[in-house]
């Protein structure tokens, strides 16, 4: 039977994490002066797209993109 317990536990941190950023969004107003900029990465088979609304926020996603892809490689051996 497979230890499901990483998995849950990854989940469950995520689940926090939101929770947490929302939070402190909320209590600090969401910097209303503030430019936001988004980015997003959709992964269709082996071929990613990465879209955002300026080149520096299309650049973190994809390199957050990245580094998450690392992590399940080395946590699926």
Known sequence: MLDTS???A?????ILLIIV???VLTRTGGGKNVEKEYGAVI??????????SSKKAA???GVIAIL?????LVLLI
């Open 59 to 61: 650049l973190i996603a």
């Open 6 to 8: 990483l998995p849950l």
């Open 68 to 72: 998450m892809l690392i992590l399940f």
């Open 21 to 23: 950023g929302l939070f």
């Open 43 to 52: 992964v269709i088979g082996p071929i990613p797209i990465i879209i955002g």
């Open 10 to 14: 990854i989940i469950i941190i995520g």
